[in-house]
T-cell receptor, first 116, second 114 residues
Framework: AQSVSQHNHHVILSEAASLELGCNYS??????LFWYVQYPGQHLQLLLK??????LVKGIKGFEAEFIKSKFSFNLRKPSVQWSDTAEYFC??????????????FGRGTQLTVWP | KAGVTQTPRYLIKTRGQQVTLSCSPI?????VSWYQQTPGQGLQFLFE???????NKGNFPGRFSGRQFSNSRSEMNVSTLELGDSALYLC?????????????FGPGTRLTVT
């Protein structure tokens, strides 16, 4: 069965610290990977996505993620976080066939708190 | 381009009642997916509609239903509300159903069942 695991439930960092949020997935077919962010009081926004090609993808606001197929991982990184990065981050997987059509499988989310 | 809109934004209902939530997708998007977000269960997929047809359904009881209209607008209905149905209901629209189409989310409808 398809599933997504996010290892950290809550991460607390000081401004300028580096960030890495872990995401592992279980999926038996061609995988498309996403990171979404939910800022306080706002709706889910797409941060970045991976479909194919270069496994290192860059998104908005200086975020990047690396797809490692052998580890079934898609970790999110940012070299230097800002207070405005405080939000909840969700990793998600989407498939291409059958019961996975039109459906995102989400991890449980990681709450990131950045102290100024 | 206008984003995904959902109405109403907030709703308070009593156990046993039914509720209808509405979603207007981004112009040109033909796929609409619905999700339930709760602190305990996280984001769970309800169903997806494409060109007025339900293409996929999550593991929710039959009290949860939906439909899509010819203009791609979608509604979801929950009958015989239970306390556990209290949640944020999110609608997402996409150009298509396959994996490479990204989903854009609306602000959600916050449903409280008392």
């Amino acid at each position: 069965a398809q599933s997504v695991s996010q290892h950290n439930h809550h991460v607390i960092l000081s401004e300028a610290a580096s960030l890495e949020l872990g995401c592992n997935y279980s999926y038996g077919g061609t995988v498309n990977l996403f990171w979404y962010v939910q800022y306080p009081g706002q709706h889910l926004q797409l941060l970045l996505k991976y479909f194919s090609g270069d496994p290192l993808v860059k998104g908005i606001k200086g975020f990047e993620a690396e797809f490692i197929k052998s580890k079934f991982s898609f970790n999110l990184r940012k070299p230097s976080v800002q207070w405005s990065d405080t939000a909840e981050y969700f990793c998600a997987v989407k498939g291409d066939r059958g019961s996975t059509l039109g459906r995102l499988y989400f991890g449980r989310g990681t709450q990131l708190t950045v102290w100024p | 381009k206008a984003g995904v809109t959902q109405t109403p934004r907030y709703l308070i209902k009593t156990r046993g009642q039914q509720v209808t939530l509405s979603c207007s997708p981004i112009s040109g998007h033909r796929s609409v997916s619905w999700y339930q977000q709760t602190p305990g269960q996280g984001l769970q997929f309800l169903f997806e509609y494409f060109s007025e047809t339900q293409r996929n359904k999550g593991n929710f009881p039959g009290r949860f239903s939906g439909r899509q209209f010819s203009n791609s607008r979608s509604e979801m209905n929950v009958s015989t509300l239970e306390l556990g149905d209290s949640a944020l209901y999110l609608c997402a629209s996409s150009l298509g159903s396959s994996g490479t189409y990204e989903q854009y989310f609306g602000p959600g409808t916050r449903l409280t069942v008392t």
